[in-house]
Nanobody
């Protein structure tokens, strides 16, 4: 079993920045992909950004150019730097990890609220 613990959410004004972190622990074989998804009230969960162990990234169009996903493979930790935040970025942000042997895992979520 893999546990994912997110941190870094909170309240930020429009135009501000936040950095989310997600650390994986437990029985880890080999995590190939880590990333971030978000779910706003009344909406489906959607991809924000993901990164492979080799550093290949993929971003949602809505955050491209404003966000950077990165990871520390040695620490099994993934980060999401979000800049120029907009009210529509308000959501619960979930970390996800795919372990090649044991499957997919989700974090408990961290709230990001963008409001003046």
């Amino acid at each position: 079993q893999v546990q994912l613990v997110e941190s870094g959410g909170g309240l930020v004004q429009p135009g501000g920045s936040l950095r989310l972190s997600c650390a994986a622990s437990g029985i880890i074989f080999s995590i190939s992909v880590m990333g971030w998804y978000r779910q706003a009230p009344g909406k489906e969960r959607e991809l924000v950004a993901v990164i492979t162990s080799g550093g290949i990234t993929n971003y949602a169009d809505s955050v491209k150019g404003r966000s950077t996903v990165s990871r520390d493979n040695a620490k099994n930790t993934v980060y999401l730097q979000m800049n120029s935040l907009k009210p529509e970025d308000t959501a619960v942000y979930y970390c996800k990890a795919h372990d090649r042997q044991s499957g997919d895992y989700w974090g408990q979520g961290t709230q990001v609220t963008v409001s003046s």
